[in-house]
T-cell receptor
Framework: EAQVTQNPRYLITVTGKKLTVTCSQN?????MSWYRQDPGLGLRQIYY???????DKGDVPEGYKVSRKEKRNFPLILESPSPNQTSLYFC?????????????FGPGTRLLVL | ELKVEQNPLFLSMQEGKNYTIYCNYS?????LYWYRQDPGKSLESLFV?????AVKQEGRLMASLDTKARLSTLHITAAVHDLSATYFC??????????????FGQGTTLQVKP
């Protein structure tokens, strides 16, 4: 089954404790992206990757890091989480940045930073 | 900086009625996407609009794009309860340049009452 998976789905952590949210897709997609969703703000793009070893900043990259060492995986790293990073995070992928096809979203990771 | 604005942000309507959700954006782009999000769920792709005058229809939903007016509409015909969800539009600020960036609107929450 074609899917985007994220882990963990729920996470409670404390300020400053490094964490990684994993994202994996099994569709051999070139393009992957991370978003955060906050009430009233819609989704905001954090980072995206056009292909392996190619990443770029979205609208709200501060406080986040990403890497794309393999095509299927695109982890999101919070080196020193702060309470303002409490949010719902979505990973997404598509066959290319030309979204003429469709973008597939993961189930989401709900993060609470205390 | 590209801004994407949806209106209304909340819409309560009776079954069987028609209504339109508007998505305005502030820069020239010929790539616009519509997504649906059910409560507590992830996003699913509804429509991809890739040129001026593009029109797509699926069931009771029809989306169109007017790049000169920088406006997309999502028209709902004879609403049914199953259409209750939050609808997002998203714009590629660089159009067909395929940069990978995507800017979302705030979302329109649609509630269809029996």
């Amino acid at each position: 089954e074609a899917q985007v998976t994220q882990n963990p789905r729920y996470l409670i952590t404390v300020t400053g404790k490094k964490l990684t949210v994993t994202c994996s897709q099994n569709m051999n997609h070139e393009y992957m992206s991370w978003y955060r969703q906050d009430p009233g703000l819609g989704l905001r793009q954090i980072y995206y990757s056009m292909n392996v070893e190619v990443t770029d900043k979205g609208d709200v990259p501060e406080g986040y890091k990403v890497s794309r060492k393999e095509k299927r995986n695109f982890p999101l790293i919070l080196e020193s989480p702060s309470p303002n990073q409490t949010s719902l995070y979505f990973c997404a992928s598509s066959s290319s940045a030309n979204f003429g096809e469709t973008q597939y979203f993961g189930p989401g990771t709900r993060l609470l930073v205390l | 900086e590209l801004k994407v604005e949806q209106n209304p942000l909340f819409l309560s309507m009776q079954e069987g009625k028609n209504y339109t959700i508007y998505c305005n954006y502030s820069t020239t782009s010929d790539r616009l996407y519509w997504y649906r999000q059910d409560p507590g769920k992830s996003l699913e792709s509804l429509f991809v609009l890739l040129s001026n005058g593009a029109v797509k229809q699926e069931g009771r939903l029809m989306a169109s794009l007017d790049t000169k007016a920088r406006l997309s509409t999502l028209h709902i015909t004879a609403a049914v309860h199953d259409l209750s969800a939050t609808y997002f539009c998203a714009v590629d600020p660089y159009g067909s340049s395929n940069t990978g960036k995507l800017i979302f609107g705030q979302g329109t929450t649609l509630q269809v009452k029996p």
